[in-house]
């Protein structure tokens, strides 16, 4: 019998007993940066769906999703974006009822969404963190010029309000690299950042376990 295929299910049992013991613990809020790759690969829109359901079965509330488009042909980007949304949105409609979802698409404009009630997915495809914040500034701006908004009154929470995503990731999540995107750099200011070196074609539910216990052991200092 083969020793790994014994031992991993005990160790699987073992990660979802530590995670259950501090359930105070658990994120409430996690990003997943990944890329085009990751999802255009054969297994790879049906792992995050695994992944996300997986999410939130241990209480997890919301997931930001950033799909990061590495091919510099604006021709070619443009394309993958709309690939990438029909495939997500086919995905996502199946997903079960209390599941709600935004899909924002290069432009920052919502193309596809669904309420939720216990769960929710934002996905940005291609829409960064210095565009979010861009059109927020510019949209404050038109509000300045409209007369609704005096400068004044301009300040940070203003400025949140403006924001795709209003609320700040507890955790972010990296697979198979080392350095970040600028997905919500607004909001993560104070983020608990993980990065692993498995690549998202061999991201496992044990894998996922072992991100969240590796959050619920750290000690959050806010930026202090």
Request: charged share 25%; proline share 4%.
């Amino acid at each position: 019998m083969n020793l790994f295929a014994f031992i991993y299910p005990i160790y699987e049992r073992y990660l979802i007993w530590q995670i259950k013991r501090v359930p105070s613990r658990i994120p409430e809020h996690v990003a997943l940066i990944l890329t085009e790759s990751d999802l255009l690969g054969p297994e790879g829109v049906s792992r995050l769906r695994e992944v996300l359901l997986s999410f939130r079965r241990y209480q997890v509330k919301r997931v930001s999703l950033y799909v990061d488009i590495l091919n510099s042909d604006p021709l070619l980007e443009e394309g993958l974006a709309l690939r990438l949304t029909s495939l997500l949105n086919k995905a996502f409609s199946g997903l079960p009822a209390g599941i709600g979802y935004k899909i924002y698409g290069k432009t920052g404009e919502g193309v596809t969404s669904r309420s939720g009630t216990d769960f929710y997915i934002y996905v940005s495809v291609g829409f960064g963190g210095r565009s979010e914040i861009t059109r927020a500034v510019f949209s404050i701006l038109e509000d300045v010029k409209a007369g609704s908004v005096r400068p004044s009154d301009i300040d940070e929470k203003l400025l949140e309000s403006h924001l795709l995503v209003k609320h700040e990731p507890d955790l972010m999540i990296r697979s198979g690299g080392q350095h970040l995107s600028d997905f919500l750099v607004w909001q993560s200011v104070y983020s608990e950042l993980y990065f692993t070196d498995v690549n998202w074609e061999k991201f496992r539910r044990l894998d996922l376990l072992r991100v969240i216990r590796d959050y619920q052991k750290r000690q959050r200092r806010y930026g202090k």
